[in-house]
């Protein structure tokens, strides 16, 4: 069993910047691809970004291109979402997810690829 652990969610404004991390504990002896996915009121949970077991791939949603990076530093168990001139539109509750194999391509946005799960980050961005 793995945990997951997320933080760094809060309200800000329209233009600015959260950190977001996700620790893992438990069986972490074996490394997991990692994602973000969102929760906006009303809509499903969706696909944001994700990175690979080993770090050297990441991939992104269009929306979040340029404006959020993840990160991992396995050492510490921790993923991190740095999210930068957030709009509106990406209030959201944020999960971190553990996949024990890296998803292949479109696999990213299932969230069935994924076997574990956090319980979520609030992010309130106001306009």
């Known amino acids: 069993q793995v945990q997951l652990v997320e933080s760094g969610g809060g309200l800000v404004q329209a233009g600015g910047s959260l950190r977001l991390s996700c620790t893992a504990s438990?069986?972490?002896?074996?490394?997991?691809?990692m994602g973000w996915l969102r929760q906006a009121p009303g809509k499903e949970r969706a696909f944001v970004v994700g990175?690979?077991?080993?770090?050297?791939?990441?991939v992104y949603v269009d929306s979040v291109k340029g404006r959020f990076t993840i990160s991992r530093d396995n050492a510490k168990n921790t993923v991190y979402l740095q999210m930068n001139s957030l709009k509106s539109e990406d209030t959201a509750n944020y999960y971190c997810?553990?996949?024990?194999?890296?998803?292949?391509?479109?696999?990213?946005?299932?969230?069935?690829?994924?076997?574990?799960w956090g319980q979520g980050t609030q992010v309130t961005v106001s306009s």
């Open positions: 438990g069986r972490t002896d074996s490394s997991y691809a």
């Open positions: 990175i690979t077991q080993g770090g050297s791939r990441t």
């Open positions: 997810a553990a996949a024990s194999r890296n998803p292949f391509s479109t696999n990213w946005y299932k969230q069935a690829s994924y076997d574990y």
